[in-house]
């Protein structure tokens, strides 16, 4: 016998979870940032000159590179990423509500830990994306000749856009969910599993793909014809970007009540 509402309870406190690890993130990064720009500042004012050329962009553009790393991103971004594992007791904890024991296989195990490396990754690009970004700006700078007092106040104002919390939080956000989704597949792959309940909070937030969805069963051939219009795999992506929805993998005789039908219909309704 499965416990539905129970489930979406548990869901309830694991995004509220999410939403600490985020705010973690963030203030974290904030940090970083404004390490990375007191760096910044002080490496462009080391400059002799009025205007900055190219060549002193070109010979400092593994300094502009390092700048995040020797602030400290990567040690708060893998303290963000060690807490994705504290999802599967969630997970665990979610099947037993739900009456079903899959078993997950050595190789399973593998994929989760390559999907921890996969999301460090992102950071990683994104960390590239910055560095590049900052340079490119320097470099266009010195090719026209901005003095450079402009120079400096140029590359701050590029590095506080590209270090905006919502930026950052839909990134993060989207990895942690990308990372529940991918665990999910390999658990629903090593048992067997090919029906998912679409999992998760029912509230002002929602939009209308997860809205339609939420709490209904369906098969991945149905999974994978779906679009939410933003990222591609609706299966690893759900909803889309800073989507808090999961496909939960159920056997074939897990069915819904219709009291639990009746009540998830209600509770759609009131935010529609």
Not at 23 to 45: D, F, M, P, Q, T
Not at 111 to 123: E, G, H, P, R
Request: glycine share 4%; with cysteine.
């Amino acid at each position: 016998m499965s416990d539905i509402f129970a489930l979406q309870k548990l869901q309830k406190k694991q995004n509220a979870k999410i939403d600490k690890d985020l705010e973690n993130l963030i203030s974290g990064l904030e940090k970083v940032y404004h390490e990375a720009e007191r760096k910044l500042i002080k490496l462009l004012s080391n400059y002799k000159g009025d205007t900055i050329d190219a060549s002193f962009a070109l010979q400092n553009k593994r300094n502009i590179e390092n700048i995040l790393t020797e602030s400290g991103y990567y040690e708060v971004v893998e303290d963000f990423v060690s807490e994705f594992s504290q999802t599967l007791k969630t997970i665990k904890a979610e099947y037993e509500l739900l009456s079903i024991k899959p078993k997950l296989s050595e190789a399973g195990k593998i994929s989760i830990q390559a999907l921890n490396n996969v999301s460090i990754d992102a950071f990683a690009l994104y960390e590239r994306d910055v560095a590049q970004t900052i340079y490119n700006g320097l470099l266009r700078t010195a090719l026209t000749n901005v003095p450079l007092t402009e120079a400096i106040s140029a590359a701050q104002a590029l590095l506080q856009d590209l270090s905006q919390a919502g930026k950052i939080r839909t990134i993060a956000e989207t990895k942690y969910m990308e990372f529940i989704r991918g665990t999910e597949a390999i658990i629903a792959k090593d048992a067997g599993y090919n029906r998912f309940l679409y999992a998760g909070p029912i509230d002002d937030k929602i939009r209308p793909f997860c809205l339609d969805r939420v709490y209904k069963i369906y098969t991945r051939d149905e999974i994978d014809s779906m679009n939410n219009d933003q990222i591609d795999d609706v299966f690893i992506s759900g909803g889309g970007y800073n989507c808090r929805h999961k496909w939960i993998p159920v056997p074939d005789d897990f069915a819904l009540t219709e009291t639990e039908k009746n009540n998830f219909d209600k509770l759609r309704e009131r935010v529609r």
